[in-house]
């Protein structure tokens, strides 16, 4: 399932941050309101240690995760945060979990649409999906487009949920897509899909066209990708999307994050020079000028690297080389 098309102009959208808790308004006084991310992605973590911790049983830490989410989509509403991603449940998830607690997973996302569906409208929240979700159960596919139907005029934020998720499959997917529409469009002509390669389409093949048939087609690239629970990895969330996004991990476990924590994610991002593979806009072109051509930043390494005597000895045995190795 892709997400859904683009909205209007976040900034006609009102400004709520007087609605903020004093502790968030606090941290958000410190941030650029002009600077604010397009888009926030997030890898929840850490709800069955958050319960382990506590010796209580996983659905706990699921329930009291739940909680979170709802804490940190209204923060991200009241500062015109225009799309906010979750990872609430990998296609891994759904695989290797026990039955019984992706059953459960399944029960809680329902009763968080059924029990939030107000308070997204009060919020100007839209919902919105990524993953193979026609794979979930029927039930749960009825529960997911009601709550998308009921929010869909909202022009808010868009909070995203990456459910029976996984990017890899995302791609493969999106070569699926790129496939089906070249054999579409060969039987549409009365060719092969040979002829069209040999045409030029596969030339004509690049990231753009790849970005279009991925799940996230109508939204921006994160900006800034948050981990809780501390891991220092990507879990197969977003790989295509998150080239340059900035990472930020919190060994915050998810269950302890709200929207207090949301903003002190993004003011440290705020702090940051995003590069793009390139230099960055610190590095000027008067810097450029003042680099040392490559062969004399060589020669003063090698002067500190390698003792005159020694350089002698090296220059005296390459004048003489090993008489058994040059005879003929």
Request: include cysteine; hydrophobic fraction near 40%.
């Amino acid at each position: 399932m892709r997400a859904s098309t683009p909205l209007p102009n976040s900034s006609r959208v009102p400004n709520r941050s007087h609605e903020l808790s004093a502790e968030e308004q606090s941290v958000y006084r410190q941030l650029d309101p002009a600077k604010i991310p397009q888009h926030v992605a997030i890898i929840m973590d850490g709800n069955g240690r958050w319960a382990g911790k506590r010796a209580l049983k996983r659905f706990l830490g699921h329930q009291k995760g739940a909680e979170s989410v709802q804490f940190v989509v209204e923060t991200a509403s009241r500062i015109n945060l225009p799309w906010l991603t979750l990872y609430a449940f990998s296609l891994e998830n759904n695989l290797r979990r026990p039955k019984s607690e992706v059953s459960f997973l399944m029960k809680l996302l329902k009763s968080y649409l059924v029990g939030n569906v107000k308070r997204m409208n009060d919020n100007n929240v839209r919902m919105a999906y990524i993953g193979r979700t026609h794979d979930l159960p029927q039930e749960v596919q009825d529960t997911m487009q009601w709550a998308s139907e009921a929010t869909a005029k909202n022009t808010g934020t868009t909070l995203t949920l990456a459910l029976n998720y996984g990017a890899r499959s995302e791609i493969v997917d999106a070569v699926r897509t790129i496939l089906t529409d070249l054999t579409t469009e060969a039987h549409t002509r009365g060719c092969s899909v040979e002829d069209l390669l040999g045409a030029g389409a596969l030339e004509s093949l690049d990231e753009p066209t790849i970005a279009r048939a991925l799940y996230t087609a109508h939204m921006p690239d994160p900006d800034l990708v948050i981990r809780t629970s501390g891991e220092q990895r990507i879990s197969n969330f977003l790989l295509w999307q998150i080239a340059y996004s900035e990472i930020f991990v919190t060994d915050r476990l998810w269950p302890d994050f709200n929207g207090l924590h949301l903003l002190e994610a993004i003011n440290a991002y705020q702090h940051r020079e995003r590069r793009f593979g390139g230099l960055g806009e610190s590095f000027t072109d008067e810097d450029l000028n003042n680099l040392e051509p490559a062969e004399e930043v060589a020669a003063e390494i090698k002067d500190h690297l390698i003792p005159k005597s020694d350089a002698k000895a090296d220059s005296k045995s390459e004048a003489k080389p090993d008489a058994v190795l040059t005879r003929r």
